[in-house]
């Protein structure tokens, strides 16, 4: 029986990294959480453990905070200044991942800062000739309280769920886009308007499914931003259920509701513009 060793990867996940600028007007945060992950040549450290080609990850978390030193800019130049880095300098290394999530925090004051919710993620894979850029959103928590519906479903013999023509539909949307060019100094606005459609979309759906909204959200992504292939989405159903309120001899039209974490849906898919090259492994 032959035995090899398959695809195989190492980096250094999660390097915390907080950069200040103290401008003069007011200062301003950049806080990021970097992943970076690198594969080549590196059979012998599988197999007979010979680390001569392995760039440590202590290096890599190393090299994160040494290039935040000349300035971060928009995420998705800096993950591919990092990818670069680690592709063309270690000749170990064929391709470089870099992953970026940024936190948002928006001054109120010359030093004062309230944080956000929604993260801004890049990440940019890097082989020694192209690069490919997928941007996105993380934990970005929206809420339509009419304007949606779910019947008309499958039925078995465990089905309990009612069907209902309106309840509450709310989300903690998880989006990843990907770039069929680069826009170059416009990373940021590229970015916003996304999530702006992605917002529009959601909010403008008459939703039969969380299904079909999700379908609407990427369609309109890319029906307005040419620079974008594909748009992936993961759109947990933040369940609100109807509290009971005849035991209290209350009615209920619609507005005490019981919010539950878990367990919830988890609607997931692919919104692709034709003709779209396949990226292989440079979504994940």
Avoid: C
Avoid at 9 to 34: C, F, M, P, S, W
Avoid at 255 to 275: K, S
């Amino acid at each position: 029986m032959d035995i090899r060793l398959g695809d195989n990867q190492y980096g250094k996940a999660e390097t915390r990294l907080v950069r200040v600028d103290r401008g003069e007007a007011g200062h301003a945060i950049t806080d990021l959480n970097v992943t970076t992950t690198l594969s080549g040549d590196l059979a012998a450290t599988h197999l007979t453990g010979d680390n001569s080609g392995v760039l440590p990850t202590d290096t890599q978390k190393n090299t994160v905070y040494a290039f935040a030193r000349d300035g971060v800019g928009e995420i998705e130049d800096f993950a591919a200044r990092l990818a670069k880095h680690f592709v063309d300098t270690t000749p170990t290394i064929r391709r470089a991942r870099v992953r970026i999530e940024q936190y948002s925090w928006e001054r109120f004051g010359h030093h004062s800062f309230v944080h956000r919710s929604g993260a801004r993620t890049a990440s940019v894979t890097y082989d020694g000739t192209a690069a490919t850029v997928v941007s996105g959103v993380d934990d970005l928590v929206v809420m339509n309280t009419t304007g949606s519906e779910f019947h008309g479903f499958h039925k078995d013999g465990y089905t309990t769920l009612p069907e209902t023509n309106d309840r509450i539909l709310a989300t903690a949307v998880s989006a990843r886009w990907r770039h069929g060019r680069a826009v170059n100094d416009d990373w940021r606005a590229s970015h916003e308007a996304a999530t702006s459609r992605l917002l529009e979309a959601f909010a403008g759906t008459h939703s039969l499914s969380l299904q079909q909204t999700l379908y609407a959200m990427g369609e309109q992504v890319l029906r307005h931003r040419e620079e974008l292939v594909e748009v992936r989405l993961s759109l947990p159903n933040r369940h609100h259920f109807l509290v009971d309120l005849s035991p209290f001899e209350l009615d209920n039209p619609g507005e005490v509701f019981f919010a539950a974490d878990r367990p919830y849906g988890l609607i997931e898919g692919t919104v692709v513009r034709d003709g779209a090259p396949d990226p292989g492994l440079a979504w994940w």
